[in-house]
Nanobody, 122 residues
Framework: VQLQASGGGLVQAGGFLRLSCAASGRTYTSAMGWFRRAPGKEYEFVAAITWRGSSTYDADSAKGRFTISRDIAKNTVYLQMNSLKPEDTALYYC?????????????????WGQGTQVTVSS
């Protein structure tokens, strides 16, 4: 599975961005998710969605502001980010998971995209 993330950029606090992650290759996955990594910090779970049932999981930091969705026909997952804050600044990665189970641990994801930078200015 190859993952291509896009949609990052520079935005002012309170603004919005929509990240996309297109999957190609052998695209069987149980779930896809978004993680982020700020300089000097560990990977942080943001949101995930199961591929078949479209169950979603959100980190506390994302609840009420971020929405994850997927388009099966396009093999693409999206992350709509609203009300962005400076602390959301990070490199955002999309990832795909083959095994079943709650998809919120980076160590359980098998495939990773290259990351897209999100910078929120105050």
């Amino acid at each position: 599975v190859q993952l291509q993330a896009s949609g990052g950029g520079l935005v002012q606090a309170g603004g919005f961005l929509r990240l996309s992650c297109a999957a190609s290759g052998r695209t069987y996955t149980s779930a896809m998710g978004w993680f982020r990594r700020a300089p000097g910090k560990e990977y942080e779970f943001v949101a995930a969605i199961t591929w078949r049932g479209s169950s979603t999981y959100d980190a506390d930091s994302a609840k009420g502001r971020f929405t994850i969705s997927r388009d099966i026909a396009k093999n693409t997952v999206y992350l709509q980010m609203n009300s962005l804050k400076p602390e959301d600044t990070a490199l955002y990665y999309c990832a795909a998971k083959r095994s079943f189970g709650i998809p919120n641990k980076a160590s359980e994801f098998d495939y990773w995209g290259q990351g897209t930078q999100v910078t929120v200015s105050s």
